[in-house]
């Protein structure tokens, strides 16, 4: 996709140079995550591990909140931000509820199209 | 030569993985879903292939963002299992079929195909899941594996077309390999999923369903698409289906669908596989 537009598929934030050059150190600080070592070191003192990367004050403050909306809008791919999931395990499919800003049940039954569980 | 026995394609999604860690096969969410894999299996264990070649896509994890490689073909020995970032899963490393796979290099880099050769690289649930649900939960893999990794995550990805032109390569490969081995060729990804952005769920049960009826009989209407046409139909993530493609490229024009299943949502994701085999074969 030379010149993609990110508007030709409404709603779908196509990861593509602008968003990778963006999103660089927000996905680098959650890449490192595939280390154990990391893992202890984020658990422990979090904002002592985002130190270390150069992540933009929105970007930082997103990754603090757990706001998915927000690290993806922030140029954060799904596949490198899962891994901050792990260190508080959710499933996939609350951060896809989180990234339409449903609720999850909500999300599951119509979006997915699971019958629902609760009444 | 070797012999090509036959292309799947099948799903590649984590949450498959999960729920074969935590035994939860039997579970109404996901019964199904296994269940559908049942003559898969079967059909494998007959056929017997001694290599299996996968294509498929790195999800962040033996790649990061600095280094994208369109094409990457492992050329090890042996591949471990690699950490995601919640622990390295309890499954077996598997074997490389070495040989083949810098045969396929020089096939590759010859018929102007350059990917990065990788001699030491762990491999993640792109791979992991459709050995499992093809081979189940073995103490060794039967077969040896050839890895084709091809960039997903990165846009510019690569175009169907190219895809489907790699699988051509893959044949004449597989066909100027003097060994005897029997080779399966697995296209993995999809159906329809969408991870990211406002249409994040997004669930096409009507294409993914037209997509395991007719990549077999119908692929011509498939190789031609743009990216943005299989990011629009199958989803933002959902565009794996791409390499789908290689396997169907690397098969007879005429095949016949041996066995299809679909269920869905597997997570959030349309889910299933298909099994071809060339229309000339015993």
């Known amino acids: ?119 | 030569m070797a012999e090509l026995i036959g292309g799947c394609g099948t799903s590649h999604v984590p949450s498959i993985g999960i729920a074969l860690d935590r035994g939860l096969q039997d579970t109404p969410d996901w019964k199904p879903f296994f269940d559908g894999y049942i003559p898969a299996k079967e059909w494998i264990a007959e056929q017997k292939p001694d290599i299996a070649v996968v294509i498929f896509n790195d999800h962040g994890n033996a790649f990061f963002l600095d280094r994208v490689p369109t094409l990457a073909l492992g050329v090890a020995e042996e591949y471990q299992i690699i950490d995601e970032g919640w622990g390295k899963r309890d499954i077996p490393a598997f074997k490389g079929a070495a040989d083949f796979s810098w045969h396929l290099a020089d096939a590759m880099v010859e018929g102007h195909f350059d990917p990065l050769i990788c001699r030491e690289i762990e491999l993640d649930h792109g791979i992991q899941v459709p050995m499992e649900l093809f081979f189940g939960r073995p103490a060794e893999w039967p077969v040896k594996i050839v890895p084709i990794f091809v960039n997903t995550v990165q846009y510019p990805i690569p175009t169907p077309q190219r895809m489907w032109e790699l699988g051509q390569l893959l044949r004449k490969a597989i066909e100027s390999w003097p060994g005897n081995e029997r080779i399966v060729v697995f296209g993995t990804g999809g159906l329809t999923h969408q991870l990211q952005g406002a249409r994040a769920g997004f669930m096409n049960r009507d294409a993914d369903k037209a997509w395991l009826a007719e990549i077999g009989p119908n692929p011509e209407k498939y190789r031609g698409w743009t990216r943005e046409q299989f990011v629009e139909t199958f989803g933002s993530e959902g565009a794996e289906l791409i390499m789908w493609l290689v396997m169907r490229g690397c098969m007879d024009a005429e095949v016949r669908t041996v066995m299809s299943h679909y269920y869905a949502p597997a997570s959030m994701t349309g889910a299933g596989m298909v099994v071809l085999e060339n229309e000339g074969a015993a």
């Open chain 1, 1 to 119: 996709m030379q010149n993609p537009d990110p508007g030709a598929i409404p709603e779908t934030p196509l990861f593509d140079r602008e968003r990778s050059h963006m999103g660089y150190e927000l996905n680098k600080m959650a890449m490192a995550l595939v280390s154990e070592a990391n893992r202890k070191a984020f658990a422990a003192d979090e904002e002592a591990f985002l130190d270390r990367y150069k992540l933009s004050p929105e970007q930082r403050a997103a990754v603090l909140a757990r706001d998915w909306q927000e690290m993806v809008r922030l140029g954060g791919n799904i596949f490198y931000i899962l891994k901050i999931s792990a260190l508080n395990p959710m499933p996939v499919t609350a951060i896809g509820a989180a990234q339409v800003g449903m609720d999850h049940e909500d999300f599951l039954v119509q979006r997915l199209g699971k019958e629902r569980r609760n009444g």
